[in-house]
Nanobody
Framework: QVQLVESGGGLVQAGGSLRLSCAAS????????MAWYRQAPGKQREWVAT???????NYADSVKERFTISRDNAKNTVYLQMNSLKPEDTAVYYC??????????WGQGTQVTVSS
């Protein structure tokens, strides 16, 4: 079982930046893909960005050029650098990982609020 703990959320003004972190812990796991999702009030959870084990990345169109996903494999940690934040980025952000065995885990979520 993999435990995921997110941190770094908060309140920021439009145009500002935040950096989210998600640390994975547990025993006997090896993570393949790490990703971030978000869920705004009254909306479905949506995919934000993904990073594979070798470092290749993909982003949702809504965050391209503004968000950067990265990972530290030695620390089993994934990051999301969010720049030029907009009020529509307000959501609970969730970390998601998939092991090489195909097991998916979710973090508890961290709130990001962008004021206009």
């Amino acid at each position: 079982q993999v435990q995921l703990v997110e941190s770094g959320g908060g309140l920021v003004q439009a145009g500002g930046s935040l950096r989210l972190s998600c640390a994975a812990s547990g025993r006997g796991f090896s993570i393949n893909v790490m990703a971030w999702y978000r869920q705004a009030p009254g909306k479905q959870r949506e995919w934000v960005a993904t990073i594979a084990s070798e470092g290749s990345t993909n982003y949702a169109d809504s965050v391209k050029e503004r968000f950067t996903i990265s990972r530290d494999n030695a620390k089993n940690t994934v990051y999301l650098q969010m720049n030029s934040l907009k009020p529509e980025d307000t959501a609970v952000y969730y970390c998601n990982t998939k092991t090489w065995l195909g097991i998916t885990n979710w973090g508890q979520g961290t709130q990001v609020t962008v004021s206009s």
